[in-house]
Every structure is written in structure tokens, then in C-alpha cells.
């Protein structure tokens, strides 16, 4: 079953075009992963997902459901993120007592064992808590809710190394016991490349790739050898990324992951050094604006 689906999904604040065009859609019981740079429109995707803003253009469903004011999705959907606000009058105690009378799904055990593993006070508030605090209470009460969309937006914010890594085995011990919809942005791949089935990869409010972690893992490799024999072996091939060392007269090139096994083997023999390209760096160059990255500013006619 398809939780959520976009057709052509368009939305503008002013003349801006922050969301272009957008069509996708995520499986139900699913973590996708949402990466993208600072300011690609994760947030804004995000925000129209879970029905806060309303779509300039195109199709949205949620559960079948326009998302926009939608009693149905607000009650089986959550967004954590930074921006998240109690009223001050509320103890952090009290804001569970809040969720779980909003919440159908809501696990009052859970949340009290990580209120506890935490060393979170019941009678502390959340609008004094520190940006790391505040995050990870956050987080406890996007675990405990279990609704069947959970959206963490860059949930880690302020957290120290240690609390992140519970953070994320939390996440996926809670996933494998009771499995939902969740989608989890950051533009940080590597730290939660682990946990994800799906990626979709966001650049200036576009889909620039969605497909399955494992299938991104294998997307690119890259080839580093003499620069005419490198030259001669890519020429057509779909180049991402290249470096040159002038000096020791190599080339790197990364590209799409198309030559056949006997080329690669090829290569090896004749000294080119072969090599898989993380998921992380396969974000990178698809977002690079240049495919030679910051070594084009030291290039003295690249911005001519």
C-alpha cells in the first residue's frame, strides 16, 4: 500500500518555487530516508506531507487523504523537528499526558522508559530544556506516538554523538517491533545510511533520485589511472565527478555504475585503480553544481 503519493507536487512562497514538480510515492511501513543539501525544500516537503501547508500545485495523498487540514492524517502523523512548541504552562509530564489522549497508537511504557533512560524531570519545561535536551525529548515523544507516519526532520540537531546513537537504535529496534511509514531527513547520509530502505535524494525542490539504499550503494564507481588511458576508457560513459593531479599526470572520474564487469577487469590489468562510491559521495556529486566540486574555483577559467 502506497502512504504517500505526489503528482507533480508544486509549491511557491511569494515567486519563489520551493517544491518543483515533485512525483513520488513511499511504500506504507517503510524508512525513507529525505537527503539534501541546506535549503534543497526537505523541510517544505515535509511540512506539506504531514498537511501544515498547503500545496501550491499539483497532488498530494496521504493514506489516500489531502493532507491540508485533515483531521484523518493529523491523527496518524507526526513531525519532529526543531521547531516543535509546547505551551510553557506544560511540564514535560504533562505533554505526554497530552499525547496520549491525542494519540491512538500512543505506548505510555515506552515513553516513560526513555523519560527515565534520559534523565529527563518530570517537572522540567520544555522551553527551558537545551537545543540537545529538546531534541531528544522531542524524539521520545515521535517514538511513543506510533503514528503510522512518523517524520523526524533532522531530529538530531543539538544531540551529542552518544544520545544520536541511541537515538537511531532506539528508532529501529521500535521499527522492527511495531513497523510504520517513517521518513527521516538529513543531509548527513552516513549517520543513518544503516537504518534506511529507501532514499530520496531532494536538490533545489526536485526528485533528483529515489530508489532503494542498496541500489544507491551500487550507483557509481570510480576509476583512477593515467589520464589518456582514463579518458580513452570513459569517453560517453556518464561522468559525476572528476579530479585531476596534474602533478603525477592521474585522473578520477566518477560515474555511473555501467561498464561491464570484463572492462573493470580490463582496467585492473592495465593499472587503473577501481573502486565502489559511498551512498553519501553519490549525494554529493549529484548536487554538485560543478563536476570538478571545489578544485573549479582554483581553475583560473571555470567560472568564465
Same mark, same amino acid.
Given at each position: 500500500?502506497?502512504?504517500?503519493?505526489?503528482?507533480?507536487?508544486?509549491?511557491?512562497?511569494?515567486?519563489?518555487?520551493?517544491? #518543483?514538480?515533485?512525483?513520488?510515492?513511499?511504500?506504507?511501513?517503510?524508512?525513507?530516508?529525505?537527503?539534501?543539501?541546506?535549503?534543497?525544500?526537505?523541510?517544505?516537503?515535509?511540512?506539506?506531507?504531514?498537511?501544515?501547508?498547503?500545496?501550491?500545485?499539483?497532488?498530494?495523498?496521504?493514506?489516500?487523504?489531502?493532507?491540508? #487540514?485533515?483531521?484523518?492524517?493529523?491523527? #496518524?502523523?507526526?513531525?519532529?523537528?526543531?521547531?516543535?512548541?509546547?505551551?510553557?504552562?506544560?511540564?514535560?509530564?504533562?505533554?505526554?499526558?497530552?499525547?496520549?489522549?491525542?494519540?491512538?497508537?500512543?505506548?505510555?511504557?515506552?515513553?516513560?522508559?526513555?523519560?527515565?533512560?534520559?534523565?529527563?524531570?518530570?517537572?522540567?519545561?520544555?522551553?527551558?530544556?537545551?537545543?540537545?535536551?529538546?531534541?531528544?525529548?522531542?524524539?521520545?515523544? $515521535?517514538?511513543?506516538?506510533?503514528?503510522?507516519?512518523?517524520?523526524?526532520?533532522?531530529?538530531?540537531?543539538?544531540?551529542?554523538?552518544?544520545?544520536?546513537?541511541?537515538?537511531?537504535?532506539?528508532?529501529?529496534?521500535?521499527?522492527?517491533?511495531?513497523?510504520?511509514?517513517?521518513?527521516?531527513?538529513?543531509?548527513?547520509?552516513?549517520?543513518?545510511?544503516?537504518?534506511?530502505?529507501?532514499?530520496?535524494?531532494?536538490?533545489?525542490?526536485?526528485?533528483?533520485?529515489?530508489?532503494?539504499?542498496?541500489?544507491?550503494?551500487?550507483?557509481?564507481?570510480?576509476?583512477?589511472?593515467?589520464?589518456?588511458?582514463?579518458?580513452?576508457?570513459?569517453?560517453?560513459?556518464?561522468?559525476?565527478?572528476?579530479?585531476?593531479?596534474?602533478?603525477?599526470?592521474?585522473?578520477?572520474?566518477?560515474?555511473?555504475?555501467?561498464?561491464?564487469?570484463?572492462?573493470?577487469?580490463?582496467? #585492473?590489468?592495465?593499472?587503473?585503480?577501481?573502486?565502489?562510491?559511498?551512498?553519501?559521495?553519490?549525494?554529493?556529486?549529484?548536487?554538485?553544481?560543478?563536476?570538478? $566540486?571545489?578544485?573549479?574555483?582554483?581553475?583560473?577559467?571555470?567560472?568564465?
Amino acid at each position: 500500500m502506497i502512504a504517500v503519493s505526489c503528482q507533480e507536487l508544486t509549491k511557491y512562497f511569494g515567486k519563489n518555487r520551493i517544491l #518543483n514538480e515533485m512525483s513520488f510515492s513511499i511504500q506504507e511501513n517503510t524508512i525513507t530516508g529525505i537527503i539534501g543539501r541546506n535549503g534543497a525544500g526537505k523541510t517544505s516537503l515535509l511540512k506539506t506531507i504531514a498537511g501544515y501547508w498547503r500545496s501550491s500545485a499539483g497532488e498530494i495523498k496521504v493514506f489516500g487523504h489531502d493532507p491540508f #487540514n485533515s483531521l484523518e492524517v493529523s491523527a #496518524n502523523c507526526i513531525m519532529i523537528d526543531d521547531g516543535m512548541y509546547f505551551q510553557e504552562t506544560l511540564g514535560l509530564w504533562d505533554i505526554f499526558e497530552w499525547a496520549e489522549a491525542f494519540y491512538p497508537n500512543w505506548d505510555q511504557g515506552l515513553a516513560e522508559r526513555l523519560f527515565a533512560y534520559f534523565q529527563f524531570q518530570r517537572y522540567w519545561a520544555h522551553h527551558n530544556l537545551s537545543k540537545g535536551n529538546k531534541s531528544t525529548f522531542n524524539m521520545i515523544v $515521535g517514538l511513543a506516538s506510533r503514528c503510522a507516519l512518523t517524520i523526524f526532520d533532522e531530529p538530531t540537531i543539538g544531540m551529542d554523538a552518544s544520545v544520536r546513537a541511541d537515538f537511531y537504535r532506539a528508532l529501529l529496534k521500535d521499527y522492527l517491533a511495531h513497523p510504520r511509514t517513517i521518513l527521516l531527513s538529513s543531509h548527513h547520509l552516513e549517520e543513518v545510511e544503516h537504518l534506511l530502505e529507501d532514499v530520496m535524494l531532494i536538490d533545489q525542490g526536485t526528485c533528483k533520485l529515489h530508489m532503494p539504499i542498496d541500489e544507491l550503494q551500487m550507483y557509481a564507481i570510480s576509476i583512477e589511472g593515467p589520464a589518456d588511458l582514463i579518458r580513452e576508457w570513459t569517453d560517453g560513459c556518464e561522468t559525476m565527478h572528476e579530479q585531476k593531479n596534474e602533478l603525477e599526470r592521474l585522473h578520477r572520474i566518477v560515474l555511473r555504475n555501467t561498464i561491464s564487469g570484463e572492462a573493470l577487469e580490463a582496467l #585492473n590489468s592495465k593499472g587503473v585503480e577501481v573502486a565502489k562510491v559511498s551512498a553519501a559521495d553519490v549525494c554529493i556529486y549529484s548536487t554538485n553544481a560543478r563536476k570538478g $566540486g571545489i578544485d573549479d574555483v582554483f581553475t583560473d577559467d571555470a567560472f568564465k
